[in-house]
């Protein structure tokens, strides 16, 4: 499946902003599907989740409440919904997509499928 990431930015604190993950080359509905974020100097990390069905998702603490994963199978896309942004949300953010175990990972070595990732910048 290849992936492609749009809708990053620059923002300013306590903005929002909606980033889209469209699909192509796959049966979209076959894969649980992942953002993540990589700040610079720092590693990638898990930002949030969501099922094949998107009847379950799961959040990394730091943006749980003010960040909303979604999905439109019909379209091949997943969204993430970044609401409140803070500096600290800078970063580019990838979306990914694995199908086998669990309908998520925090461990980026686990999608095995990457899509070009999505600049974001939140000035304060």
């Known amino acids: 499946v290849q992936l492609q990431a749009s809708g990053g930015g620059l923002a300013q604190t306590g903005d929002s902003l909606r980033l889209s993950c469209v699909a192509s080359?796959?049966?979209?509905?076959?894969?649980?599907m992942g953002w993540f974020r990589q700040a610079p100097g720092k590693e990638r990390e898990f930002v949030a989740a969501?099922?094949?069905?998107?009847?379950?998702?799961v959040y990394a603490e730091s943006v749980k409440g003010r960040f909303t994963i979604s999905r439109d199978n019909a379209k091949n896309t997943v969204y993430l919904r970044m609401n409140n942004l803070k500096p600290e949300d800078t970063a580019v953010y990838s979306c990914a997509a694995r199908v086998l175990g669990s309908f998520y990972s925090y461990d980026p070595r686990h999608y095995p499928g990457w899509g070009q990732g999505t600049l974001v910048t939140v000035s304060s």
């Open positions: 080359g796959g049966t979209f509905s076959n894969y649980h």
């Open positions: 969501i099922s094949r069905s998107g009847d379950s998702t």
